[in-house]
Structures are given as structure tokens and as C-alpha cells.
């Protein structure tokens, strides 16, 4: 859902003719790497500090794993389709 919000405002952008910000310009950007960079760069160094406090937030980090591989696989398909 995030995406398609970012890609509306990427889109009224280009419509009133100023830079499109980064990651919101559908024609250039690459979910996949989008997704990946959010787990890497907030979600996990967070999920990683509140196990510490709740341990049973580790089932939520193995889904956090699952996920990310899950984007891994699809990056160089999303590359492709972009060209």
C-alpha cells in the first residue's frame, strides 16, 4: 500500500512538472530494492533492540527473514521489468 501511495505522489509530481522524489517515480524504482532497504536500513536494527527486551519478538524476526528472501528473489525480475 505504501508503494502505490508513494507512486500517486511520484505521479502528481511529474504532473506539475517538479523533481520526483526519491522512490516515487514508478517508472524507475525497483520494489524489491525498496523493500529490502526498509528491512535493512529500520526495520531490523529496531526488531533487533526489542528482542533484546521481549524475546518472543525473535518469531517476528524469522518472519523478518523470511521476507526479506522473499524480496531477494524478485529484485533482478523487477530490474527487467524496468527496462
Known amino acids: 500500500r505504501a508503494m502505490k501511495e508513494f507512486f500517486a505522489q511520484g505521479d ?8 520526483v522524489s526519491m522512490f516515487m ?9 525498496c523493500q529490502i532497504g526498509f528491512i535493512d536500513i529500520i526495520v531490523s536494527p529496531l ?7 521481549l524475546p518472543r519478538v525473535e ?14 528473489r524478485r529484485v533482478d525480475h523487477m530490474e527487467t521489468e524496468m527496462t
Open 47 to 53: 526488531f533487533s533492540q526489542l528482542q533484546q527486551v
Open 12 to 19: 502528481r509530481e511529474k504532473e506539475l512538472g517538479i523533481p
Open 59 to 72: 518469531a517476528a524476526t524469522t518472519c523478518l527473514d523470511s521476507n526479506k528472501r522473499f524480496w531477494a
Open 25 to 33: 517515480d514508478r517508472a524507475t524504482t525497483n520494489i524489491a530494492k
